[in-house]
């Protein structure tokens, strides 16, 4: 018989709080309270050795508030996760098509081979790697003519960047550290709208330069592992994008700022990268 289909259902809380309720001088506010609630929600199944599966969606909930929380901002996300089959041409030659996490090299983070995988910059650096990583829709090879040989080829046809905030959040590209020609600019929108309509600025405040989502705009990566004992040696290679945004200023902010402060000022925002 067929092993038993294999349910899973995560649910992650995290809260955080400051001990400073103070801002930085001129610059962006932070928050004060943030609460994160994530639920990973799969099913998968094993059916042979030449055949297996899984489908799985992913949910997301914040709510964070710089200081009163009558102005607290809520935003939810629903996106699927790991969700492919993989497939067994023959006992040494495996496909796996779908939703996947691609990760490569025994690095955590930071892996000079990971060249596929792009990341959850959300939350910061303190929280499970697992929950950084971010499923691609991807086309995976993986030959094994020997035991101690493996070669991995895989192609994402549609371009996915890093996930972040731009701005409203502590970890946000445009937060508490953002660079001092940006200051002004944030002090003069701080004064005009209420803390809610600040945090949620993120989606409006800048876009993102990204390829139109074409096959021929993806990205492919090979990699060739020999196994020697307690020894890998391997080598990577990739046709890839950076997955971290370069920022321009959206146009209905500009005409904001524009209209209220100086196109010098106006010119150092529009030229910040990440």
């Known amino acids: 018989p067929a092993p038993p289909r294999l349910w899973r259902a995560v649910v992650t809380l995290r809260g955080a709080t400051q001990t400073s309720w103070d801002d930085l001088p001129g610059g962006p506010p932070k928050d004060v309270f943030e609460l994160r609630t994530r639920a990973l929600l799969s099913a998968g199944q094993t059916v042979s050795d030449r055949f297996k599966w899984e489908l799985g969606v992913r949910f997301d909930a914040l709510m964070h508030t710089p200081k009163e929380i009558n102005n607290a901002a809520f935003q939810f996300e629903a996106r699927p996760w ?50 950084l990583r971010i499923p691609t829709p991807s086309v995976l090879a993986t ?86 004992g307690p020894y890998d040696l391997a080598v990577t290679y990739g046709f890839v994008r950076s997955k971290l945004p370069a920022l321009q200023i959206a146009p209905g902010l500009a005409s904001l700022l524009t209209a209220n402060g100086t196109a010098a000022e106006l010119g150092a925002a529009s030229t910040v990268q990440s």
């Open 82 to 131: 790991e969700s492919y089959v993989d497939v067994a041409a023959y006992s040494r030659l495996r496909f796996k098509i779908g939703e996947q996490i691609i990760s490569w090299g025994r690095l955590d983070v930071g892996s000079a081979a990971d060249v596929l995988s792009p990341y959850d910059l959300r939350e910061g650096p303190a929280i499970d790697i697992d929950a």
């Open 143 to 228: 030959w094994f003519p020997v035991d101690a040989f493996q070669l991995d080829v895989a192609y994402t046809p549609f371009f996915t960047p890093d996930l972040f905030d731009v701005a409203g959040t502590n970890y946000s590209v445009l937060g508490p550290n953002a660079p001092v020609g940006l200051t002004p600019l944030f002090a003069k929108l701080k004064q005009q709208i209420d803390p809610s309509s600040y945090v949620l600025l993120s989606d409006q405040l800048a876009g993102v330069n990204a390829p139109s989502a074409r096959p021929d705009n993806g990205e492919v990566g090979a990699r060739a592992t020999w196994r020697a």
